[in-house]
């Protein structure tokens, strides 16, 4: 592909040398993974800066660079733009031929339940017979075939390629999930995104936010991409999400009027029935989330055509998220639950849910991650110790933080409740603790880890699958 090409209609402010026919094989913006015939993205970012690793790119092979700051006396053309980031991905879209104008696009943000609501509705529109891809947390799917998903939505190169893959393999539509991060950080900008769906917004990612004004105004960026929206009505920050934007918006909810409300509502152990739209709908997953998560995958696929029938048959047999809610096959008088909830929201949640049809006591064990957001660690610990019957207070993802540093600031909450708690740092002994406890009818609540299989630790990651430690600690007891 010829420079002059990529660069084609886009803001740039200035290009120093010559790049008449010069031919480019790729892009990127790591410098250690530059290939001859590459262009260099000198991206800003908040630990390093791109501009410092120019030398060794072209060094690598780089044939031109992109920058905000011009460097003199380069061997190689540069193109100045204002902003590197945002280039990084107008770039993107153009290299791969603008991918997602060719499929239909759908962005999910929100605090808690952007991964089930995706999995869902990609439940949904299968059951249709079209041809799904699936971007998230726990993976990325190009129809059945699995990929490893290394953050919530890929940055902004990576996941334009994933987009030209999908195209490749003739998929229908792309379900993902759209981080605030990815929003703030033009990840995604350039997308073409056919429905946006907002879930709630609790407090979370306030070490890079700051204030949760700034989170809500990150959210409601998706809301001028896309051309309909789906919004939860009963959500404190609703109103201000939508402030401004510039898509179609329709609202579902439980508690407030709008469109698409659920009425009837059943709760039990094994899922949860409502009325929506003079339709009964049956999930197999339990909790008020539940009925949350279904009512804005149904506004999803209403928004494409899907009828509410057909959204009822296919929720009907959804199968569950692995690490939300997930019971541990094991033959015991109790029940050991994997979920992922690592906010106050998701913990309130997931432990109401339980409550819902627990016989005996909550066990709730849990931590908090490393290097992230401290002022919800006390908030955590009161939420967990106000509705669970016993805590067991351990680690999540210290990171480079000290483990007992994260226990003692969670402490503070846990200790204004009065409820009965354990304190262990390593997390498979608390949860060999927290099993040691249980008897029948009890629920003992694995919180925090859900989907991932490992831990990360100071000195490194290691291998962590809570399924299998629990069916370890089982089969010693």
């Given at each position: 592909m010829l420079l002059k090409d990529l660069i084609s209609g886009l803001n740039f402010s200035k290009i120093t040398g010559d790049i008449d026919g010069l031919e480019i094989n790729g892009i990127c913006y790591n410098s250690l993974k530059v290939k001859k015939g590459d262009v260099f993205v000198a991206v800003k970012g908040f630990k390093s800066d791109g501009h410092k690793y120019i030398i060794s790119a072209i060094e690598s092979g780089a044939v031109a660079v992109v920058v905000e700051d011009e460097v003199d006396n380069l061997s190689v053309p540069q193109i100045v733009f204002d902003d590197t980031r945002s280039a990084l991905a107008r770039l993107a879209v153009k290299y791969y031929d603008n991918p997602s104008a060719k499929f239909k696009l759908i962005g999910v943000t929100g605090t808690n339940g952007k991964t089930t609501v995706t999995y869902l509705v990609k439940e949904i529109l299968e059951s249709k017979g079209y041809k799904v891809g699936l971007i998230g947390t726990n993976q990325n799917m190009v129809g059945n075939m699995i990929l490893k998903s290394d953050r919530t939505t890929p940055e902004s190169l990576e996941l334009q390629e994933l987009f030209s893959i999908m195209v490749r393999d003739g998929v229908d539509y792309v379900i993902m999930e759209v981080s605030s991060h990815s929003l703030e950080l033009n990840r995604v900008l350039g997308?073409?995104?056919?429905?946006?769906?907002?879930?709630?917004?609790?407090?979370?990612?306030?070490?890079?936010?700051?204030?949760?004004?700034?989170?809500?105004?990150?959210?409601?960026?998706?809301?001028?991409?896309?051309?309909?929206?789906?919004?939860?009505?009963?959500?404190?920050?609703?109103?201000?999400?939508?402030?401004?934007?510039?898509?179609?918006?329709?609202?579902?909810?439980?508690k407030n009027d709008c469109a698409h409300k659920a009425e009837e509502i059943v709760y039990g152990e094994k899922g949860v029935e409502f009325t929506t739209d003079g339709q009964k709908i049956i999930l197999?997953?339990?909790?008020?989330?539940?009925?949350?998560?279904?009512?804005?995958?149904?506004?999803?696929?209403?928004?494409?055509?899907?009828?509410?029938?057909?959204?009822?048959?296919?929720?009907?047999?959804?199968?569950?998220v692995k690490g939300r809610a997930e019971v541990v096959d094991i033959p015991s008088e109790y029940t050991v639950m994997i979920d992922y909830a690592h906010t106050p929201d998701g913990v309130e949640n997931i432990i109401r849910a339980v409550k819902g049809f627990c016989k005996g006591r909550i066990i709730t064990l849990f931590g908090c991650g490393g290097d992230r957001d401290k002022t919800k660690r006390p908030i955590m610990g009161e939420i967990a110790g106000n509705l669970s019957d016993i805590c067991v207070v351990t680690s999540d993802n210290p990171r480079t933080e000290n483990p007992t540093s994260i226990i003692e600031d969670i402490i503070v909450g846990v200790e204004r409740t009065g409820v009965e708690y354990e304190v262990v740092e390593n997390r498979k002994k608390a949860i060999e603790c927290a099993m040691s406890m249980a008897k029948k009818g009890d629920v003992v609540l694995l919180l925090g880890k859900g989907h991932e299989t490992y831990q990360i630790l100071n000195d490194g990651i290691i291998d962590f699958d809570e399924r299998m430690i629990v069916k370890e600690v089982f089969s010693k007891m």
């Open positions: 997308c073409n995104f056919r429905v946006g769906a907002f879930t709630n917004l609790t407090q979370d990612h306030l070490d890079f936010h700051i204030t949760m004004d700034n989170y809500v105004k990150a959210k409601s960026k998706l809301f001028s991409m896309c051309e309909k929206g789906v919004v939860n009505a009963d959500d404190d920050y609703t109103s201000k999400l939508t402030e401004d934007v510039t898509a179609n918006i329709e609202y579902y909810g439980v197999p997953i339990p909790g008020e989330f539940s009925v949350y998560n279904a009512l804005c995958a149904i506004g999803i696929c209403r928004e494409l055509g899907i009828d509410v029938s057909d959204c009822a048959a296919a929720l009907k047999v959804a199968h569950g």
